[in-house]
């Protein structure tokens, strides 16, 4: 019989667990809170339960754990960057980032991707595997351990693609918004896809309102499937309407990721097509400039050129930031510490 990941159970399955086995449901909610809120994982400690239950629940299941492999500090700001060591060995990769209102976890929510975009580092050798909940849940843990700082912000934005791995990531949002753990409000929960558009409409019906981040690229579907191979099957009209229903499901505003790229998708046809298609939309858009990577050797463009583009996008009414660099010396672009490691 396959062991049950305990750290990666909800609450009412824990407590359901407990009924299962003839113990009384609070049980759960002590083993919950144990994980989830006093961020512990070994369960021998948990001396509130008799020895006798700790042994039955651990002959039935697992604590999955991670370990740290290497943190890498930056000089610039208040950014570390993480890499963990999972049970299999496999390695994953994770930032902490201060800012003001709040420290952010930025998460991987698969080990590799098999979503193929030419830009990213973290699809270069496809998909590995899902990551569980609890490794979701342990790599914001295991930051707030080692840093002894609170996170309150959390973007699924590191390597995968989140709605690849739906119930799994679904699964996590809950157990780490629920309010006898971490009680992350979901407002703070920023989940980034490149645009899987049946899955964009199931998660506009889960009625949780996080914050949806689309990785645009491009107007043009042509220009964007040579950069993003999941434009091949859903064009840029459909992902559109997918995300004007996710915004009226949810009442959020959406963000749509655009990495600039020299020549690529930074002329004048582009901001007017990017206009046309985001008129009226409660979106911005996160001008990001493209980190290189050696598997794609296209250009970043100069900061002013990146400046300029926000610019003419906010005389269109178009809201646009630029995405502010974190940890800009500890190896850029998502995936690429991971790939420096397990690549030699
Ligand atoms: S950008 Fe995101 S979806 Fe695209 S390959 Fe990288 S991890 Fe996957």
Do not use: W
């Amino acid at each position: 019989m396959n062991k049950i990941e305990l750290n990666g159970m909800s609450l009412n399955e824990l407590k359901a667990l407990m009924i299962d086995i003839g113990e009384k449901s609070y049980r759960g909610q002590q083993v919950f809170t144990y994980f989830n809120r006093n961020n512990n994982l070994d369960i021998d400690s948990l001396i509130q339960l008799p020895k006798d239950l700790r042994k039955k629940i651990s002959d039935l299941s697992f604590v999955n754990e991670l370990k740290i492999y290497k943190r890498f500090d930056s000089r610039v700001d208040r950014t570390s960057k993480y890499l963990f060591q999972l049970r299999d060995d496999n390695i994953i990769e994770s930032v902490f980032m201060q800012y003001k209102h709040g420290n952010t976890a930025c998460i991987s929510t698969q080990i590799g991707c098999r979503m193929g975009c030419k830009f990213c580092a973290s699809t270069k050798e496809g998909l590995i595997r899902n990551l569980t909940p609890a490794e979701m849940l342990n790599q914001i843990y295991m930051m707030e351990k080692d840093t002894g700082e609170v996170i309150s912000n959390v973007v699924l934005m590191g390597s995968g693609e989140p709605l690849d791995n739906y119930d799994n990531v679904l699964k996590f949002i809950n157990i780490i918004h629920d309010e006898n753990g971490h009680n992350i409000s979901l407002r703070n929960i920023t989940l980034s896809t490149c645009g899987i558009i049946p899955k964009i409409y199931e998660l506009s019906k889960e009625n949780l309102p996080i914050t949806l981040s689309v990785s645009l690229h491009s107007p043009f579907d042509s220009e964007r499937a040579k950069i993003m191979p999941i434009a091949k099957k859903y064009n840029i009209s459909e992902l559109i309407k997918a995300c004007r229903f996710y915004e009226r499901s949810t009442n959020r505003r959406l963000t749509f990721e655009y990495t600039l790229i020299e020549n690529i998708n930074d002329t004048k046809a582009d901001l007017e097509e990017l206009s046309r298609i985001l008129k009226g939309f409660n979106s911005h858009v996160n001008i990001i400039p493209l980190n290189p990577i050696k598997e794609y050797d296209k250009e970043r463009p100069i900061r002013d050129h990146v400046k300029k583009f926000q610019i003419e996008l906010l005389k269109r009414n178009i809201p646009a930031t630029i995405r502010r660099e974190m940890g800009s010396d500890i190896s850029a672009s998502c995936g690429q510490l991971r790939r420096s490691i397990t690549k030699v």
